[in-house]
């Protein structure tokens, strides 16, 4: 146990420097796009190893987990990647446990465009069972967020007629999230995600049912 809990102290270090290199590196954009994205790929490379050596670690470590799986989302948040790197992943193991349904697809920066030229963008969809579920990822979750994901379901019906007759839950998800967010986003009817042992995780109240729309 010692020396998993020394490991995780050099991985959090090592991962810290990473997070300061990736803010110099925001801040050179003169240096030119494709330099900063090679660098961008280096970090994201170091940090999957980083992630696949934390999940040997068993529930002893499980704070430690939970803190290098936050800086993790700390350096996807600033990347621009939070999606892709944590919110995805985690989508089909979210369905399994709360809805106990296996993901037939999963999707995230779905696009659909109009010929009119009207346009719109799902940060994430999954379909499984009669669902389907839109999530909305957000740097930071407030209760205008939830408001606006509320109007963002029937532009979501208009843009995927195919999925019509699927019933939609919706879910947020964010980095850090206030408890009174929390629990405004579930009296709107909303599942919330947040950092976890796992990546992401269930933050309402056990046993919530959410709205299906």
Do not use: H
Not at 139 to 144: A, G, H, I, K
């Amino acid at each position: 146990m010692a020396a998993a809990e020394q490991r995780v102290e050099y991985l959090e270090a090592v991962l810290g420097q990473f997070i300061v290199q990736t803010n110099t590196a925001l801040a050179r954009m003169e240096r030119g796009l494709e330099s900063l994205q090679k660098e961008m790929k280096v970090f994201k490379d170091e940090m999957r190893v980083f992630k696949d050596e934390m999940s040997g670690f068993k529930k002893e470590s499980e704070a430690q987990a939970r803190r290098m799986n936050e800086k993790w989302g700390e350096l996807a948040n600033k990347m621009g990647t939070f999606v892709e790197d944590l919110v995805y992943p985690s989508l089909a193991g979210i369905l399994r446990q709360k809805f106990s349904l296996e993901a037939e697809m999963l999707g995230i920066r779905i696009k659909k465009r109009f010929p009119g030229g009207a346009n719109y963008e799902a940060d994430a969809i999954a379909l499984a069972g009669e669902y389907v579920f839109l999530n909305s990822t957000r740097s930071s979750l407030d209760n205008r967020a939830v408001n606006d994901f509320i109007k963002e379901i029937p532009r979501f019906r208009e843009f995927f007629p195919e999925y019509a007759d699927r019933k939609l839950i919706g879910i947020l998800a964010s980095l850090y999230i206030d408890e009174s967010v929390i629990k405004y986003a579930e009296r709107k009817g909303f599942l919330v995600l947040g950092v976890g042992i796992e990546l992401m995780e269930i933050k309402n109240t056990p046993g919530f049912t959410p709205k299906e729309w």
